[in-house]
C-alpha cells in the first residue's frame, strides 16, 4: 500500500516529500554540529591532538613490537611531543566551528542514508530494496572502517615522519593549527573514501563493467601501483611501516575481487 500511494503521488507531492527528508537531514546535521561543538575542546585534547603526543596507540604498539623483535629497529615514544602554533587570529574559532560541523556529517552520515533510503525505497522493486540495502549497510561500515585506519594508522605515521623531518638543523618544526587540521581531515575522509572502493566494484561488477578476471589480471600492476601510493601516503624508508599502510590498501584490492563475477562465457550467453 505505501508503495502504490507513493507511486500516485503528484510531482507536488513528491516535491513535499522530498522537502520534508531535508529538512530531517538539516535538523539531525544541526544538532550534532552543536552538540560538538559543546564538547569540541574536550574532543580536540583528548581524539584529534592524540597523535601529537608519545603515548599515542599507534606509538606505544610500535615500541613493545621493536622491543621484542630485535631484528627491527627500536621505535622510540619518549621525548616525541608536536606543539601546534597559531598565526591568524580568526582560526581557533573557525576550526572550531568547522570541526564541529565535519564531525557532526560523519557521525549523522548513518542517519542521512537512512532518511535517503526511506525516500527512494517506495520507488524500487522488491528485489531491488535487499540490495540497496546491502550497499547502505555495506558502504557504511567500509567508510567508517576507512576512517580508523586513516586515524589510528596513516596519520600518526605521517605526522610522526613529517614532524620530525628537518631539511637543516637550522631549521625548526613550528606546526601550524590551521596546517595540522587541513592535513588531518583531508587523510582521514580520504581514506573513508578509499574504502568504498569494494562497494564501487560489486556496483561496476553489477553493471557488467568490472569482471573478476579483471583483478586477476593485474593484480602484479596493482602491487606496485599500491606500494607506490603507500609510499606518498607515508613518506618514509622504513620498510615496516610502509608495509603496515600497503597491507590495508591490498587488502582492499582483493576485497573488491570477492565482491565481483566472474565473466561470463559465451556459450552461457
Known amino acids: 500500500m505505501p508503495e502504490k500511494q507513493q507511486a500516485e503521488m503528484t510531482f507536488w507531492g513528491h516535491l513535499d ?3 520534508k527528508m531535508l529538512f ?19 574532543i580536540f585534547d583528548k581524539v584529534i591532538l592524540a597523535p601529537c603526543r608519545g603515548d599515542f596507540l599507534l606509538y606505544r604498539f610500535f615500541h613493545d613490537l621493536t622491543a621484542a ?8 615514544t619518549d621525548g616525541f611531543e608536536v606543539h601546534l602554533i597559531n598565526i591568524q587570529l580568526s582560526s581557533q574559532l573557525f576550526i572550531h566551528m568547522s570541526s564541529s560541523f565535519w564531525l557532526a556529517l560523519v557521525f549523522s552520515f548513518p542517519v542521512i542514508l537512512y532518511f535517503i533510503w526511506d525516500f527512494v525505497k517506495p520507488a524500487l522493486y522488491a528485489n531491488e530494496v535487499k540490495g540497496v540495502r546491502l550497499a547502505f549497510v555495506f558502504g557504511n561500515v567500509m567508510f ?15 605526522l610522526r615522519f613529517l614532524a620530525d623531518y628537518q631539511l637543516s638543523a637550522l631549521i ?11 592535513t588531518f581531515l583531508s587523510m582521514i575522509f580520504i581514506l573513508g573514501v ?15 563493467i568490472m569482471h573478476k578476471e579483471f583483478f586477476k589480471r593485474y593484480r602484479k600492476h596493482a602491487i ?11 613518506p618514509t ?14 587488502m582492499l584490492y582483493e576485497l573488491s575481487a570477492l565482491f565481483v563475477k566472474p565473466k561470463a562465457k559465451e556459450n552461457d550467453i
Not at 606496485?224 to 607515508?234: G, W
Request: hydrophobic share 65%; aromatic share 18%; charged share 5%.
Open 194 to 208: 578509499v574504502f568504498e572502493l569494494p562497494l564501487l566494484a560489486w556496483i561496476l561488477g553489477l553493471m557488467g
Open 24 to 42: 530531517k537531514i538539516i535538523a539531525v546535521v544541526a544538532l550534532f554540529t552543536v552538540l560538538f561543538f559543546i564538547f569540541m575542546p574536550t
Open 144 to 158: 567508517f572502517i576507512g576512517l580508523a585506519v586513516g586515524y589510528f594508522v596513516v596519520f600518526p605515521i605521517t
Open 69 to 76: 623483535l630485535p631484528f627491527l629497529p627500536e621505535f622510540s
Open 17 to 19: 516529500v522530498l522537502r
Open 237 to 250: 624508508s622504513d620498510p615496516f611501516t610502509l608495509f603496515i599502510v600497503f597491507l590495508p590498501l591490498y
Open 224 to 234: 606496485v601501483i599500491l606500494l607506490i601510493a603507500a609510499a606518498i601516503i607515508t
Open 172 to 182: 625548526p618544526n613550528q606546526v601550524s593549527l590551521d596546517s595540522y587540521m587541513n
